[in-house]
C-alpha cells in the first residue's frame, strides 16, 4: 500500500518550497503520494491538488476577514477527507494562521503533523509558541536561532537551513547581471524595491521616488531600476512618478527581476520581508524601510522585543544594515543612508564578508535534510532507517 501524505502549502513561495520537499521525499520513497492544497510547481512533482493554493491567498487583515467562511469551509473539507482516508503524515507548508488549527485536529487524530517554516515567534512577543506545541509533532526551521526556542518548549524540531540559500550562488555576478538588464558595467545603480503588495508600493513608492530625487541631485552618475511583481503595482509606481514634473529621474521599471536588479546595484532600497534576506544573499549593501498604518504600527511595536525587523539584521543579531522605519523613514534619511554605501568601499567589502559567512550557515541543501526528518513519520515506509523517534 502506498504511502499517503497530505499537504497544504499557501501562496507562491509555499507551492515552490513545497514542490522541492516532494522531490526529495519521492527520491526516498518512490511510491508515496501527495494530496491537498497546492500550486503549479507541486502539481508539477504529481500532487494531487483538491484546491488552488491560490485559493489561501489574503491580502490583509479586512481580506481575511471577509473570507473567513469560505477558508473555513475549505478547511473543514480538506480535515473531514484526511480523518476519512487518514494519510500517514501531514504537512502545512508556512500558512501558519491556517495550518496550525488544522494540524492541532489532524494531530488529534493521531495521524502526525509536521509544519515545514516556522511561523515568526522570535519577533513577537505573547504565548503562541504554546498554541504550536499543541498543534505539531515537530517543526521544521529555517533559521539558526530558532531551533532553541521550540527545545524550551519541548516542541521536537529540525534546522533545514533556508531554501534560497541553496539556489543563490556564493558569489554572484553583478557584471552578467548589468548585460542582462542592458546597463552600462561601469555605471553607479541603485535599486528600489517598494514591495510586492499594492498596499506596500502605495505607502512607499512616494518617499523612494522623493529619497531618489534627492540622491540624483547629489551623485547625477545615479540611475535606479525598480523591478515591480505585477501590473497593478506598476500602474501605482507610475502613478506616483507622475508626482514629479519636469523632473527628469533615471528611473527603469522592470516586470519581475527583482533577483537580477538587486545583484546588478551598487545597493539597494528594500522594504522588510523576504527581499531583505535576498539582498543579503546577493550580498547587497541595503537601506531597510517600512511603513504601515499608524495604528498597525503602534500595536506591532508593541509586541515585537526584538530591536529589529529586516532579517539581515535578526540573522547577524546586530544592526548591520540601517533600519528606517515608520516616521523615521523619510526621503532625507533614506538618501543619506543610501549615500553611506556609495561613498563607503571599505564598509561595503565588510559587509560581504559577513553576508557570506551567514549563507553559508543558511546553505543546507533544506529539501533533503527536510525529507530525512520527516521520514520517521511514515510508518509503513521500508525506504529509511529512523534516526529519532517520532514525537
Known amino acids: 500500500m502506498a504511502i499517503r501524505i497530505a499537504m497544504v502549502a499557501g501562496e507562491a513561495s509555499g507551492d515552490l518550497l513545497a514542490s522541492h520537499l516532494i522531490r526529495a521525499l519521492k527520491q526516498r520513497v518512490p511510491d508515496v503520494e501527495f494530496f491537498g492544497i497546492g500550486g503549479p510547481k507541486m502539481q508539477a512533482e504529481g500532487f494531487d491538488a483538491e484546491w488552488a493554493c491560490e485559493r489561501l ?32 503524515a501531514f504537512i502545512g507548508v508556512d500558512a501558519p494562521d491556517f495550518n496550525l488549527w488544522l494540524e492541532r485536529q489532524v494531530r488529534a487524530a493521531g495521524i502526525p503533523a509536521i509544519h515545514f517554516v516556522s511561523p515568526s515567534i522570535w519577533a513577537w512577543r505573547g504565548g503562541r509558541i504554546r498554541k504550536i506545541a499543541r498543534s505539531v509533532s515537530r517543526m521544521l526551521c529555517l533559521f539558526p536561532f530558532e531551533p532553541v526556542l521550540y527545545e524550551r518548549a519541548g516542541v521536537p524540531v529540525d534546522y533545514v537551513g533556508h531554501p534560497l540559500a541553496d539556489v543563490f550562488p556564493l558569489h554572484p555576478d553583478r557584471d552578467a547581471a548589468r548585460e542582462m538588464l542592458g546597463l552600462p558595467l561601469e555605471s553607479r545603480v541603485v535599486a528600489l524595491l517598494p514591495g ?39 500602474e501605482l509606481f507610475v502613478e506616483a512618478l507622475k508626482g514629479f514634473p519636469g523632473q527628469e529621474l533615471p528611473v527603469r521599471m522592470l516586470f519581475g527581476h527583482a533577483v537580477e536588479a ?29 511603513r504601515m498604518g499608524k495604528w498597525q504600527y503602534r500595536l506591532m511595536k508593541r509586541m515585537a522585543y526584538l530591536p529589529w525587523v529586516g532579517l539581515p ?26 549615500e553611506k554605501w556609495l561613498v563607503d568601499p571599505e564598509g561595503c567589502r565588510r559587509l560581504e564578508e559577513r553576508f557570506s559567512a551567514m549563507h553559508l550557515t543558511l546553505r543546507q541543501n533544506t529539501a533533503e535534510k527536510a525529507a530525512a526528518a520527516i521520514l520517521p513519520y511514515l510508518s509503513r515506509s521500508s525506504e529509511w532507517k529512523p534516526s529519532h523517534q517520532p514525537a
Not at 199 to 205: F, I, W
Request: proline share 6%.
Open 57 to 88: 491567498a489574503v491580502h490583509g487583515y479586512v481580506d481575511a476577514l471577509k473570507r473567513y467562511r469560505e477558508l473555513s469551509g475549505i478547511r473543514r473539507s480538506l480535515l473531514r477527507q484526511i480523518r476519512r482516508e487518514r494519510p500517514d
Open 196 to 234: 510586492s503588495r499594492q498596499s506596500e508600493v502605495r505607502n512607499l513608492a512616494p518617499t523612494y521616488l522623493q529619497a531618489a530625487r534627492i540622491l540624483h541631485e547629489r551623485h547625477p552618475e545615479v540611475s535606479f531600476v525598480v523591478p515591480l511583481a505585477t501590473r497593478e503595482t506598476r
Open 262 to 290: 538587486m545583484t546588478a546595484a551598487d545597493v539597494v532600497l528594500v522594504a522588510s520581508g523576504t527581499a531583505s534576506l535576498e539582498a543579503a544573499l546577493l550580498k547587497r549593501p541595503m537601506v531597510i524601510c517600512y
Open 313 to 338: 539584521n535578526v540573522l547577524c543579531n546586530e544592526t548591520v544594515v540601517p533600519e528606517l522605519l515608520q516616521d523615521a523613514a523619510t526621503p532625507e534619511a533614506l538618501a543619506d543612508a543610501l
